[in-house]
């Protein structure tokens, strides 16, 4: 301490020696204040450093002569190794996928010879317990000790990919589901229709049976799925069982008279979210065929109405004849006299009865078929709004 009261500090150095038989220490002393200062500032830079790096939320690792000679905790959790394991590990690119291997490593050696790379860029690493992750990787070439190393940066995007991956598929499944709809406002006949979706659904990765009736009599089944399953049975709504190493999605359509199965083979599941676009889909394709049967009643109905017009004409016609007869026996029934004139307008009048009641007959068929043909309308409109 300085006679000021401030504090000093010193370097001492003691050298023995011998003067008139006796022994001496010479002493000297170096003020190294300023020098202590300057390395308490490193001291308090290089914790600070240490302290930002342990407490980052991403990754971070040095190598250098192809050995990682340092990382933070962080770059041990996304990695599932402990920090000992990554600093053994023979080779840093031992860690990355064999699809993305060579990149890494040719990047790495270009950067360390002071090369320009890309910084930035994402590829697959192998955990500890073998999982696939998902990293994004800021490379960046330093001066470690005086050579060159390369500080690397490492953030877990796994999360980030499976949702690209996500929403990639469900905007497909919903381009299907839409190529789905068009096709069956435009397509007539049920088979037709089967066929038709199998194609469609096969774009989503996955293979397509297609059963008919309530037996489940296979229309096109292939191989993989017909080895799976001897039957897809009776289901009341859309569901997806894991079978041996793939997944059976199973897509019932109801209707009365053509009643079906649609049997997708996928290797990865649908989502809850991906099967109630499945779901709408299995509904689309029942109520087209409700509309079809609806449609064909009705051109049926119509059909007869039709008919029936010209059978009333045909039997307008019909009673022109008899009437006319009738009036000529009143004009000559002096001539013929009254019994047999009588006699001859009874059985004209017998004869145009019997038109009549058949007349009577069809006008009621047709009254009936044009209730149906409104009450069926009606019913398919409110279908219609219901689902919409």
């Not at 019909?318 to 059985?347: C, H, S, T």
Request: net charge neutral.
């Amino acid at each position: 301490m300085r006679k000021d009261g401030k504090i000093r500090y010193a370097e001492v150095f003691g050298v023995p020696l011998d003067y008139k038989g006796k022994r001496f220490v010479l002493l000297s002393f170096e003020d190294v204040t300023e020098k202590r200062a300057v390395e308490k500032k490193l001291e308090e830079r290089e914790e600070l450093y240490r302290n930002l790096i342990e407490s980052s939320h991403t990754g971070i690792f040095i190598i250098q002569k192809n050995r990682v000679i340092y990382a933070n905790q962080k770059t041990a959790e996304i990695l599932g190794y402990t920090l000992e394991e990554i600093n053994a590990l023979k080779h840093p690119y031992d860690i990355v996928a064999p699809e993305f291997r060579e990149l890494t490593k040719q990047r790495y050696m270009a950067r360390e010879r002071g090369e320009d790379v890309p910084e930035g860029y994402e590829v697959k690493v192998i955990t500890k317990d073998g999982k696939e992750k998902w990293v994004k990787v800021l490379a960046k070439r330093i001066k470690y000790k005086n050579e060159p190393a390369v500080l690397v940066n490492i953030a877990d995007i796994t999360k980030l990919k499976e949702d690209e991956e996500m929403l990639k598929r469900m905007n497909k499944l919903l381009r299907v589901s839409g190529e789905i709809k068009d096709m069956l406002l435009k397509e007539k006949s049920e088979y037709l229709i089967f066929l038709r979706v199998k194609d469609l659904l096969e774009k989503l990765d996955a293979e397509c049976g297609i059963y008919v009736g309530e037996n489940g009599v296979p229309l096109y089944v292939p191989p993989s799925i017909k080895g799976l399953l001897k039957s897809p049975g009776i289901h009341s709504s859309v569901f997806q069982q894991k079978v041996e190493d793939c997944y059976l999605i199973f897509l019932p359509i109801h209707d009365k008279d053509f009643p079906g199965t649609i049997v997708l083979r996928k290797k990865e599941p649908f989502t809850e979210e991906e099967l109630k676009v499945i779901e709408s889909i299995a509904k689309d394709i029942s109520m087209r065929f409700k509309a079809l049967k609806i449609e064909r009643e009705r051109e049926i109905a119509y059909r007869t109405i039709i008919e029936n017009l010209k059978q009333f004409e045909e039997l307008a016609d019909r009673l022109r004849n008899p009437l006319a007869i009738m009036k000529g026996y009143i004009e000559i029934r002096k001539e013929v006299g009254d019994g047999e004139a009588l006699d001859k307008v009874q059985m004209q009048i017998d004869r145009v009865e019997r038109i009549l009641d058949e007349l009577r007959f069809r006008e009621i068929a047709t009254f009936e078929l044009k209730k149906i043909l409104e009450n069926k309308n009606y019913r398919n409109n409110n279908s219609s709004d219901s689902a919409t």
